[in-house]
Structures are given as C-alpha cells and as structure tokens.
C-alpha cells in the first residue's frame, strides 16, 4: 500500500460560499475524513483505536490556501504523516485537481490520548510502532509549521455564543472544524467581497461542551492577519478557560 | 435511464451527532444533492438552469425517519419525480442501506424561478415539458405531505440570531438546510437523549440575507410536537417578514 492516501472530492454545492468557492470548514472537513481514511486503511484509524480506548486528537491545523475548489469541481486530497514521535504526530495534507493544479496544503499535529482519563498516550505503543513504516519525509509541504499564536491580553471580545447541538459531534465535544466555522462567520460577507482568505492556524487547547458559552476576542497584529482567542465560560461558573487560538491572513 | 435515481452515501463521522446517528441537516443536504445528481443527469439540473436564467427554489420539505444512518454506515438515497405540474414538482426520496432497510422517507416540493425576476416561470416550458417523460407515480413513499402549519400569533420568540457568512450558499441567501439546523438547535443535547426526531417539516416563504436578524417563535401545538415560525428583521428596518415555518414531531 501506498504511504500517501489519495482520495477524491467533489465541492458539492452547498458547501460553496457566496462566491462559488468551497466554504474552508467543509474543505477542513475533508482534509479529517482523508486522514481517517488513511489511518483506517493502515490500521491506526479511529474505529480501531475506539476497540482500544483510544483517540486521534487534533492539536493544531495549518491551511493555506492559493485557491478554494469551486462549486462542482472535483478535487483531490492526499495525506501522508511526515513524521511520528511519541506523543505527537504530524499529518500533512495537499489539495490538488488531480492534474497538477495545486489548490494549497495543510500542516497539522494530533495526539493519542487514553479516551477514559483523557490523558496522552504513547503513539509507539499501537502495533510495535507500525506508524513509523508509514513516514513520508521527502514529499514537499511548502507551508509554514503552525507556530504559538502570540496575542495581547487586551484584545477585543468581538461575539459570544452559546454552544448548540449541531457544534457537538460524536466526542461529546464541539467538533474541530465548527470552530473555525464560528471563527470565520466574524467577518461579514461584504468582507469576503473584497479579501481572500489565504492562511487559517489554529491551536486546540481545551474542550467544550453543550452549556458552554463561546467569547471571541479579536485582535488586529498586522495588515490583513488577525488573531482570536477563544474562550469558554459557562452559566454555572466564571471560570474562563482558553480553548482555541487561531490566526488568519487575508490577502 | 432509469426513471429513479439512487445514489452512494456514507455517514461520515463528523456528520454525526453525540449520538452517532448523522445529523439531520446532513441528511438533508444529501438529499439535495441526490436530486442535483437526478436532475443533471436527466437534463433538468441546477447547472443547465443557470444558462438558460432558471433555477429550482425548494418550497417544501418533509422527513420522516424510523431511524438515522449511523457513523461510517453506508447508506443509498432513491429519488424521483411523483408528479410535475406547470408551477411545481413534487419529489420523493428513500433511504435506506441499500439491502431493504428503511432509514425514512421525504417528500419535497419545488418551483422554478427566473433567476433575474425571481418569479415563477412553467416548469413545462424547459425541453417541451421533458421532466413529464421521468414521472414515477407507483413507487410508495409512506409519509404525510406537509400541510399548512397552523401557529399562534402568541407563539414565544425563543431565539434571535445575526445570519453570518456561513449560512449564505451561493445563491447570495441563507442556505435551506441552515435554517433545519439552527431550528434543531432550539433544543439541546438533553432533551435529544430523551427524544428522537421523527418527522421535520418545513415550508419555505422568503429568503434572508446576510445583514438580517432571524426571529425564533416557538409554540408547542400537541404532546411532543412543535411549530417553529421563523421571521427576519434588519437592522435597518423595523418590518418583520416570515421566512419559514416548521413543524417537528419527537418521540
């Protein structure tokens, strides 16, 4: 079997903003089904890990994108995992038309953790380490590493909302890519008219649950790039606790 | 060609809820995009409309479901025409796991517009009334249509939300299924452990844009069995008009 998975999408119409072009949460959706199906094909994929008490957790997501498949298009994904320590591994990812027309990358980082204590595990541990036979280190990914997103204290808290049934997935916990879709929906569509957006980090730091408020502060740190912070607080407690950062560029 | 369509899905795991059954608004975006597959295919789809300045606009919806496609289950949507007249068709859709195993059924309704006045046009006018050549009128599809639902104007205003970026789908308003979705999530995760959905009806009355605040009334009308009327106010303007209303039956 080939160490780079490559599978076949097709950006469906209603995944495709105002502009025709593929929404990034429904790309970013694909990109994690890719890697499912490329772990499940080489026996380190979710539903396995599930018979184990295990988990893939997403650390942090890099996307850069030169151009967003448009509606009907059919695109390809392919995946490989570049490298694999002991408690993380990084997955990249390239978003193609099949035919050499390359739409962008995407970097990305996970763990394992023990789905009982929620703690991290040893990622060598599956299978006598049988990842380490699937590292591609000499297939380009020419984007940047997601790096710490720095931000000020004083950033602006732009939005709250509470968190709703449709944001939590089978985990019990708002599922990844619901908060770059919150993350995204603070631009407005009149926005959008005028930039692109061409790179989107974000860094998981905790989870959160249905009952939990969602505050997005915001905060300028250059021409075009902004960075928000999540945090969540609950209508039980005033504990405020971090659960993501993201930095996007626009162009 | 066969007069119904019946198309591959999969219930992917991000699709799914904290249940593991797929969300219903998934499901419907898949039925939408069967009959885009069934129209194309046969000459009356979306894709050709848009050259000749026509285009399908859903009117009504009506789903009921003995049981949702669970996480990575495979499963097949049927879809045909049941009847056409001048100003609307009527479509039905299957599902089930392909092996006769019936997930539920879905009624739909449709009109054609022009895409620059917005107006109804003759659906028999496409192809010299072509699409009356696909009509399956024998295959059962054992669900109620959906009727007028009769509220209240004392019904409660439950929620109001600012339509973002990612309710708006390439026709420059809010995407049909988005509105499924932020109706489901008028209830939360504690009431979906005690109830399941088993029928979502909704008729569709206007479009709203981004810029538009969407007004929840809420009205309980029978022992689990909800009527949900959804109006659009701006910023702008203190006219309220209703978008859509919906009815929706737990067990």
């Known amino acids: 079997m080939n160490k780079i998975g490559t599978y076949e999408f097709i950006a469906e119409p209603f995944h495709c903003d105002f502009s025709g072009r593929m929404f990034l949460g429904h790309l970013g959706n694909q990109m994690l089904n890719a890697a499912d199906f ?4 080489r ?3 979710m539903k396995y890990l599930m018979t184990i008490q295990r988990s893939w957790v997403l650390s942090r997501l890099a996307i850069e994108m030169d151009e967003m498949p448009a509606q009907y298009e059919h695109f390809t994904i392919e995946t490989w995992v570049e ?9 990249n990812f390239c978003v193609s038309d099949g035919n050499g027309k390359i739409y962008g990358y995407c970097r990305s980082i996970w763990a394992m953790i023990d789905t009982e204590s929620r703690q991290p595990c040893d990622i060598y541990s599956i299978d006598n380490g049988a990842i380490k036979e699937w590292i591609v280190d000499d ?24 968190i709703c049934y449709n944001d939590i997935d089978i985990n019990g916990h708002v599922n990844s ?15 959008y008219r005028e930039h692109r957006l061409k790179r ?48 996007l560029l626009f162009i």
């Open 38 to 41: 490329h772990s499940t094909d």
């Open 43 to 45: 026996g380190f994929g």
């Open 83 to 91: 490298s694999a320590m002991r408690f993380f591994t990084s997955r």
């Open 139 to 162: 297939k380009p990914c020419p984007v940047e590493k997601g790096g710490r997103v720095k931000m000020e204290q004083n950033a602006e808290l732009v939005k709250t909302l509470d």
């Open 177 to 191: 890519i619901k908060y770059i879709e919150h993350v995204l929906d603070l631009w407005d569509i009149a926005w």
């Open 200 to 247: 989107f980090e974000i860094a998981y730091v905790a989870e959160a649950h249905q009952g939990d408020q969602l505050n997005f502060y915001r905060e300028q740190t250059a021409e075009n790039e902004y960075c928000v912070r999540l945090v969540k607080t609950s209508h039980e407690s005033m504990d405020a606790v971090e659960v993501c950062r993201c930095k």
